[in-house]
């Protein structure tokens, strides 16, 4: 069973940089596509980020682009996101997500992924 752990959520102010981790466990670390989402009190979840170890890619939002980089160190079979100068507006619970399959490439719906984490809350202070 595929088990996904986020970490590195926190209370910051704005201006502020956080890294976030997302460790997997339960699959072989070889071939995946992980996306971080991030959901906001009353509002849908939205897709933040991307990495894929299959076509070597990553996506960002628009909200983070510029301001975030995401990366994986495979032999802790974790996936990390960094988002800079946060601001008020990044506030919500991020989740990592996964799609595991044969040749997995990143998408920006949640129907996509199979497996999730229980997410880390982000709040960003004005």
């Known amino acids: 069973e595929v088990q996904l752990v986020e970490s590195g959520g926190g209370l910051v102010q704005a201006g502020e940089s956080l890294r976030l981790s997302c460790t997997a466990s339960?699959?072989?670390?070889?071939?995946?596509?992980i996306g971080w989402f991030r959901q906001a009190p009353g509002l849908e979840r939205e897709g933040v980020s991307c990495i894929s170890r299959s076509d070597g890619r990553r996506y960002y939002a628009d909200s983070v682009k510029g301001r975030s980089s995401v990366s994986s160190d495979n032999a802790k079979n974790t996936v990390y996101l960094q988002i800079n100068l946060l601001k008020p507006e990044d506030t919500g619970t991020y989740y990592c997500?996964?799609?595991?399959?044969?040749?997995?490439?990143?998408?920006?719906?949640?129907?996509?992924?199979?497996?999730w984490g229980q997410g880390t809350q982000v709040t960003v202070s004005s």
């Open positions: 339960g699959f072989t670390f070889e071939n995946y596509a």
């Open positions: 997500a996964i799609i595991d399959s044969d040749y997995p490439l990143c998408s920006w719906s949640t129907l996509a992924f199979g497996s």
